[in-house]
Structure formats: C-alpha cells, structure tokens
C-alpha cells in the first residue's frame, strides 16, 4: 500500500538525520587512573571508527573547573553517593 511505502521512506529519512547526528560522550578522568587509560584507549577506537561521535575529555584530579564540572553532572543526573567516582 501506499502509506506503508511512504511510512518506510519517512522511517528511513528519520535513520538518515539520526545517522548525521552529533554524539557526544563526556569523559571525566585521572591522568594516574589505569581504568581510565584502558576507557581512554577504547574511546579513540570507537571515535575513530564512528566520525558522528565526539568525545569531550575532562581531567578531574588537576582541574578544579572540571571537578565543579563533574559535580554538576552527578547533581543534573542524580547519581547516588555511593555511585561517583573521583570524590
């Protein structure tokens, strides 16, 4: 029928914009951590293999700016105590 086709090209045209989208990942990490090393290394691979993916890095054990950063988003996103990291 003709409003399945036409619900397919939307749906395509929908993946299309989706697909050009802009990702962003926000990293937050300590130079000394190795557990962020590793996440830092697969973070390059997969910003290399996906261009549509940008990764905003924040050092947090130099960085005081950053530190407030990372509070911020533990407070935005209601991250329990217990759960955040870099105290």
Request: charged share 35%; net charge negative.
């Amino acid at each position: 029928s003709n409003s399945s086709a036409a619900s397919d090209v939307y749906k395509r045209q929908a993946l299309s914009v989706f697909a050009q989208e802009e990702i962003e990942i926000n990293f937050f990490y300590s130079e000394t951590c190795p557990h962020c090393a590793e996440e830092e290394e697969f973070l390059r691979e997969l910003e290399k293999e996906y261009p549509e993916v940008k990764i905003n890095q924040y050092e947090v054990i130099y960085s005081q700016e950053n530190q407030k950063l990372l509070k911020d988003f533990y407070d935005k996103y209601k991250v329990p105590e217990g759960e955040r990291g870099c105290r």
